[in-house]
């Protein structure tokens, strides 16, 4: 089961109405600064997550609808969008890494009346689960790539409340040190092996290519697309064409792969949207214009001077 569709109204940078349909595999949301993609993806992820928690799957609608500001949760619309009411779980990987500031912060959280985002803490309390249910074969296959690439896996030390990166000989390294991209492949790493990531569970991830080297960006999307063709849907906003290109290109319909894109721009005080299932072909497109003007720069540079 999927997320197939989002309704917003009057929601933030969201005027008016803004309607998406996605497919049940990978949806990659590109476009500039303040388009929403951020604010699509914690609107999805609170509303899916609302649902989840008040285990009302089966009599809520499988939108997500936002009405100036606050979520609707009707049940008249039931037989419209059926697909949302089979999600089982919803994770959110976000820009920023917290896992190295975990000590006493959910604590903190928990007891003080503050603004930290409650997608932090879910984090937090994520991070902390233990690795105890039983692994299929393709979530072997990823740990065991992931574990090989950081050279580790993460691990949460209770007594210390500190995530540690444990390595084959058991060298401990704290989070606080370990490279940023190698906390995010750490984080999806133990997000499979407990289990988060499973048939009817929904990923969202916030640019996930942030500190994260071009070369590890096809094994990224090689894992993303493994999780896809075992039920996990999967969002994601970025701002690489890299990682754009690369789901466009491994991606393979023999399997199963289904990869759809949507390109987010400013149309007076609206916010719509392009999409379709060719990254090359979305209108507009800023992460294939911009790289064309570069090279149109060079050339200007280069024959300018002769």
Sequence with gaps: MAIKRVELKDFLVFKGEFTADFCPGVNVFIGGNGTG?????????????????????????????????????????????????????????????????????????????????????????????????????????????????????????????RYYTIRADGTRIPFSNEASGFKKLGYLELLVRCGHLEPGSVLFWDEPENSLNPELVPILVDILLELSRNGVQIFIATHSEILAEYFAVLHEKSKGDEVKFFSLYKYGDRIRHDNGDRFDLLNPNKLIDEPVRLYEKRLDKVFGDE
């Design 37 to 161: 993609k951020t604010i699509l993806l914690k609107a999805m992820y609170d509303n899916i997550k609302t649902i989840i928690d008040h285990r009302a799957m089966s009599n809520v609608p499988g939108k997500m609808n936002f009405v100036n500001g606050q979520e609707s949760l009707s049940k008249d619309n039931v037989k419209t969008w059926p697909d949302a009411t089979g999600v089982s779980q919803a994770v959110y990987i976000p820009e920023k890494d917290i896992l190295e500031h975990a000590k006493g912060l959910l604590t903190f959280v928990d007891q003080k009346d503050n603004d930290f985002s409650s997608i932090y803490r879910d984090v937090l309390i994520t991070a902390q689960d233990s690795d105890n249910r039983k692994q299929t074969d393709t979530q072997k296959a990823i740990t065991a790539t992931i574990t090989e690439k950081v050279g580790g896996r993460v691990e949460w030390a209770p007594g210390e409340e």
